[in-house]
């Protein structure tokens, strides 16, 4: 499909939504801001640059498409597949990722302050370096994952799954983190007040 300008891709999705697929589309630097684009395939689509800001993604398959440099800034990601996505130099201040699947995701070096990554699927992910200071992972799942270096000041861990994660030198001060399966978790050199057990 050739690349497509604002208005004709709102015609296209409010024609087609979940009958058409933008897989592999170029909507680089495009502005998406304040759109409903619930359940929308955007698989390996390319969004480098592109403008999010208040949108709506609930459900929309974002499986690895690339989002580098994005504005996610207040858009609804819930439920949203972002399995193996890009997602370098992305703005996630104040984004809405409850429920989304970010397996195998690389998120490092990432700052996602204010954002919602509740109930979160983040297994094998690369979290490494990133700033989660103060939020909340309720109830995420962070199985094989990454998170060297990674700050987690204050961040709600409750009921999340860490088994076999990496928290090397990881900042975990001040971190909820009650009923937390750490089964074979490495906190080599974490930062930690005490364990919850």
Do not use: C
Not at 48 to 74: I, P
């Amino acid at each position: 499909m050739a690349d497509l300008s604002r208005n004709k891709l709102i015609k296209l999705i409010d024609f087609g939504r979940g009958k058409i697929s933008f897989q592999d589309m170029n909507l680089e630097g495009m502005d998406l801001s304040l759109l409903n684009l619930t359940r929308v395939d955007f698989r390996k689509a390319s969004f480098k640059g592109a403008n999010f800001f208040r949108s709506d993604l609930e459900g929309a398959n974002l499986a690895e498409a690339n989002f580098e440099s994005a504005d996610f800034s207040k858009a609804n990601f819930k439920r949203a597949d972002l399995r193996r996505a890009v997602l370098k130099d992305v703005n996630f201040e104040g984004a809405n990722f409850e429920g989304a699947n970010l397996e195998e995701t690389d998120l490092a070096d990432q700052v996602m302050k204010n954002a919602d990554l509740s109930w979160v699927n983040f297994k094998g992910a690369n979290l490494s370096g990133a700033d989660l200071t103060g939020v909340d992972l309720s109830y995420s799942i962070f199985d094989g994952a990454n998170l060297e270096g990674t700050n987690l000041a204050r961040a709600d861990l409750t009921g999340a799954s860490l088994r076999n994660a990496n928290f090397n030198r990881a900042n975990l001060k001040g971190a909820h983190m009650f009923r937390v399966d750490f089964r074979q978790v490495d906190l080599t050199g974490a930062i930690i007040d005490e364990l919850p057990f």
